[in-house]
């Protein structure tokens, strides 16, 4: 959504034509440019073509121009991806990485042994402004990701900024040595990434609590209301999901992007998306599922359930009823 209609869904559409040696991109079927300030000029939506085609093509090639000479993109003016001037853009990275979801998901079809599973497709942006007891006024900006997409020979990687952007995150401990803002907890979320023969990429838990006086928060994702997709059998990362736990006992839902007033007491808690699996889940070697409920990034019950492997009760694989589970699966 565009952060001022919370119910409004806004379409992102690309065709990518291979024709020889060149290739177009046409986002026809995009959404007209919106109100809320996640459109994003024209130069965008070209990049993020721009990105797909080079995740897909010989890396060894020299970035420059040459590269881009083959690859024509075509976007309908006064769109989400080339609004007309005044219209507001200052959150366009999550439009983008969107974008470029859009465009490799295409590109499945023409190279599916060279496109990885969607990744998290976002990045939670939160902005906190306040006043200290001094009258000294402080900002911070606090960026967490989610987790990338499950790879054609590989798992998808943990906690990591995917694709049009490049942020990292704050350390826990500068956050809280410089504001009234205590981190309680920054983890793994377990069964975050999307089952498949390549596990998804798992996102991450984060809850900040503010310490002393008011702040107000503005915060920015995506993927709240949509999954991260899999492929070849691969099942979708988890969704993002944000919200307040309030001092005063209740409890409080944010869509992908609020505005927020947060007072001593209050926790902002944030759980990013998963990559995309790839591959059928119940062809993952059980050793690595097994591994992966030893380090947390899956449940005993998300092993049975989405890759068919039975532990048994010192915690090893249970070979017999795994292969009775699998062949079930397989049917």
Known sequence: NDGIDLDCRVPIT????????????????????????????????????????????????????????????????GSLLDPWPGAPVAIRAHTLKRTADAVLGALVQAVPERVSAAPAGSISCVSFAGMRVTRERFGLSDLVAGGGGARPNLDGIDAVDTDVSNCMNVPAEAIEAAYPLRVLHYRLRRDAGGAGRHRGGTGVERAIVVTDGEITASYRSERHFTSPWGVFGGAAGKRWRTWIERGDGSHQEIASKARILLHAG????????????????????????????????????????????????VGAVDEAATDRIRRELAA
């Not at 721009?50 to 003016?77: E, I, Q, S």
């Not at 926790?267 to 995309?276: F, I």
């Not at 790839?278 to 993952?284: F, K, T």
């Open 14 to 77: 690309a065709t990518v034509t291979i024709r020889g040696d060149e290739a177009i991109v046409d986002y026809a079927g995009t959404s007209p440019q919106v109100g809320g300030p996640i459109n994003a000029p024209l130069s965008g939506a070209q990049a993020s073509a721009y990105f797909a085609m080079r995740c897909v093509t010989d890396p060894g090639l020299p970035n420059n121009h040459g590269c881009y000479r083959p690859l024509t993109v075509r976007v309908p003016r």
């Open 266 to 313: 209050d926790t902002l808690c944030l759980a990013t998306g998963g990559g995309g699996g790839y591959g059928a889940p119940w062809r993952r070697d059980p050793l690595l599922v097994l591994d992966d409920v030893r380090d947390g990034k899956v449940s005993r019950e998300a092993a049975l359930r989405e890759y068919g492997v039975a532990l048994n009760e």
